[in-house]
């Protein structure tokens, strides 16, 4: 007997469930829950305040697993979760959408993936959306980053161990952060143990018009919530992940330089002669590569040196944004790495951006630089390709550490430098602060 109890606990399974003005999907969620497979369930439903039918519907439930809460008043959805997660019992536990639906063997198989590895905190699977959008939802690929930086989400089929809470901040969900809690619950628990993928299809999620999280997304936009996200959780813990912390400015500027790669090139010793140039005045200044292949190296002891963890696409753009954002650069430089002015965009960036030119293919491939505040080419040659382009912002020709003929083209202009620029020190500041002037 107190052995089979013993297995009983072990398998009991907490499953949350607010719910406001869901009554025309309620039955069929709560139906989803209790047809689960795996039958040894708590289900604690939290009615947030709704004004429709949803209390005559919870009064007529007669299953003994189903406990009812009742706001008196619309306090949001992480409320309703921290008064749900409150009251749970049970070793696991998840939380469910009342307009969403569990497939009958989701429970089952996120504990039979637990149960298989004992130093998973939590595990998740795929899902299929339906609706107003259809489509599959595949969460194999959700990083602590792509959590952190775009708001990615683990997906509404999940399983925790209840241990894990012990550990987390009280309450468990951000009261703030309405629209993103999921996303910054999940954030916190992969601080505290990793992670399991179950590639199965256990859930089917209803995109509607009545959709809460969708409308707080469309009112305010989600680019803001994952920033607000981001604060709080920077206050509790720094990301891991981050290279460098903040560093104090040497001097009244501070300047970032954005390379889509660094890989021990001509280009990169000429930022590494800019850099200490600028360090001779006193300005501070950093870089960030979309890519490392052997270069960045050479900046060690020399400035912060960022490499963003993927070059392209939604991830490197969040993490450059946030590094915009935080720093709070007065000066941009960018060569070639399109995806950086949207990372600007998103940032806010409000200082002066400076677009370089090294190659003929590149004065085409940045559209930036036709709204930049300085273009700077390193020879008179790529200054005047700038003018046949149609570029009308100020132009500047600097000198190249190293020979532009080996980087198919040049000639005598291009010359060779050491880490002084060959031009007048006004300029030398001019040249990298653009609409800044001084």
């Known amino acids: 007997m107190r052995a089979a ?18 009554a025309p999907f309620l039955p069929e969620a709560l139906a989803s829950v209790l047809g689960q497979s795996h039958r040894n369930l708590q289900v ?12 005559h519907l919870l009064k007529a439930i007669c299953d003994p697993r189903v406990e009812v809460v009742r706001h008196r008043g619309n306090r949001g959805l992480p409320a309703a979760l921290n008064t749900g997660f409150g009251r749970i019992r049970g070793r696991f536990a998840t939380w469910t959408s009342s307009d969403n639906l569990m497939r009958p063997h989701c429970i089952a198989e996120l504990l039979r993936s637990l149960r298989q590895d004992p130093q998973a905190g939590l595990a998740h699977g795929n899902y299929r959306y339906f609706g107003t959008q259809e489509g599959i939802g595949d969460t194999s690929e959700v990083t602590p980053k792509s959590m952190y930086y775009l708001g990615r989400a683990i997906g509404p089929a999940f399983l925790l161990r209840t241990a894990l809470l012990a550990h987390l901040p009280e309450p468990p969900f951000d009261e703030t952060l309405q629209g993103i809690e999921d996303t910054a619950f999940a954030l916190e628990l992969r601080r505290l ?10 859930y089917d999620y209803r995109y509607h018009a009545l959709q809460i999280t969708e409308g707080i997304a469309h009112a305010e936009g989600y680019r803001p919530l994952v920033q607000r996200m ?5 206050k509790r813990h720094r990301p891991a992940w981050q290279i460098s912390e903040s560093v104090q400015a040497g001097g009244a500027l501070r300047v970032l330089y954005v390379y889509p790669h660094c890989c021990h090139g001509g280009v990169e010793v000429v930022l590494l002669n800019r850099v200490r140039a600028l360090q001779s005045l006193g300005i501070h200044s950093e870089v960030c590569f979309g890519q490392d292949v052997g270069g960045a190296r050479m900046f060690a002891g020399v400035c912060p040196c960022h ?3 993927q070059p392209e696409g939604p991830l490197a753009v969040g993490e450059l944004s946030k590094l915009v954002r935080d720093r709070r650069y007065e000066v941009v430089t960018l060569i070639s790495y399109p995806l950086a002015y949207q990372a600007l965009a998103d940032a806010g960036f409000q200082g002066a951006l400076v677009c370089e030119c090294h190659g003929n293919l590149q004065l085409t491939d940045v559209p930036g630089a036709q709204t ?3 273009v700077i080419a390193v020879s008179t040659r790529l200054r005047t390709a700038c003018r046949r382009c149609g570029i009308r912002v100020p132009v500047r020709a600097l000198g190249n550490a190293v020979d532009i003929e080996r980087f198919g083209g040049g000639g005598p202009e291009a010359g060779r430098h050491d880490s002084r620029f060959a031009v007048s020190p006004k300029e030398r500041v001019v040249a990298f602060t653009g609409r800044l002037g001084e």
């Open 5 to 22: 109890q013993e297995v009983f606990a072990d398998s009991f399974v907490s499953v949350v469930m607010p719910t406001y003005n869901h």
């Open 44 to 55: 604690i439903v939290v009615d947030d305040g709704s004004t429709d039918e949803t209390a």
């Open 193 to 202: 143990a990793r992670f399991a993928h179950v590639a199965q299809v256990l």
């Open 230 to 234: 981001q604060d709080r959780y920077d």
């Open 307 to 309: 490499v963003l963890s």
């Open 372 to 374: 930049a505040d300085l």
